[in-house]
């Protein structure tokens, strides 16, 4: 069965840093990308971000490129978003999604982490 | 970036009858760029129709998906309790894809 299973909910000051991951398992992780998309609160849905991770290839969204970092450990199957220093705005619930082929829609979605910035 | 717009914003349905959710682009999509999500209170969203027409893995036929250029549409027949969730729409082109705003889905 493939799955993607978040990390936990994370509460942070602003101006601190944050590193949320997304294990995968079920298939092979080096052959598809991973995006995560932004829901804030009683929001709609946002595309930040792509990975490939068997050469780490990334595409960002224009409105979240500099603002967040995504990566990849193709050595335990887990991609990651980072952010250097939390703003109150980065609130939300954020998921990892699979895609087979770029461009394609998101096949299978993590359950989301849920990001609280508050001082 | 393509801005699409999905109306109503919320539909509300008896059980049984057809629901009709539309999406709007600001610029012609390719048919095969275009998918349909659901989200259910709590959860992540699901795909549930990409390519505008073709079906994800498990979706039941009373889904189907329609339009092309600019209009696409999700079609709901026999609509059940099940089906009450936020429908989103989304254009996955380079080199920025995007989601409408969402419908939301009630049965009364």
């Known amino acids: 069965e493939v799955q993607l299973v978040q990390s936990g909910a994370e509460v942070k000051k602003p101006g601190e840093s944050l590193k949320i991951s997304c294990k995968t398992s079920g298939y092979t992780f080096t052959s598809y990308w991973i995006g995560w998309v932004r829901q804030m609160p009683g929001k709609g849905l946002e595309w930040m971000g792509i990975i490939h991770p068997s050469d780490s290839d990334t595409r960002y969204s224009p409105s979240f490129q500099g603002q967040v970092t995504i990566s990849a450990d193709k050595s335990i199957n887990t991609a990651y978003l980072q952010w250097s220093s939390l703003k109150a705005s980065d609130i939300g619930m954020y998921y990892c999604?699979?895609?087979?082929?770029?461009?394609?829609?998101?096949?299978?979605w993590g359950q989301g982490t849920l990001v609280t910035v508050s001082s | 970036d393509t801005v699409l717009t999905q109306s109503p914003g919320t539909l509300s349905l008896s059980p049984g009858q057809r629901a009709t959710l539309s999406c709007r682009a600001s610029?012609?999509?390719?048919?095969?760029?275009l998918a349909w999500y659901q989200q259910k209170p709590g959860q992540a969203p699901r795909l549930y129709i990409y390519?505008?027409?073709s079906r994800a893995t498990g979706i039941p036929d009373r889904f189907s998906g329609g339009g092309s250029g600019t209009e696409f549409t999700l079609t709901i027949n026999r609509l059940e309790p099940e089906d009450v969730a936020v429908y989103y729409c989304q254009q996955y082109g380079t080199p920025t894809p995007t989601f409408g705003q969402g419908t939301k889905l009630e049965i009364k």
């Open positions: 610029q012609s999509v390719d048919s095969s760029h």
């Open positions: 390519g505008a027409y």
């Open positions: 999604a699979r895609m087979l082929t770029w461009p394609e829609p998101f096949d299978i």
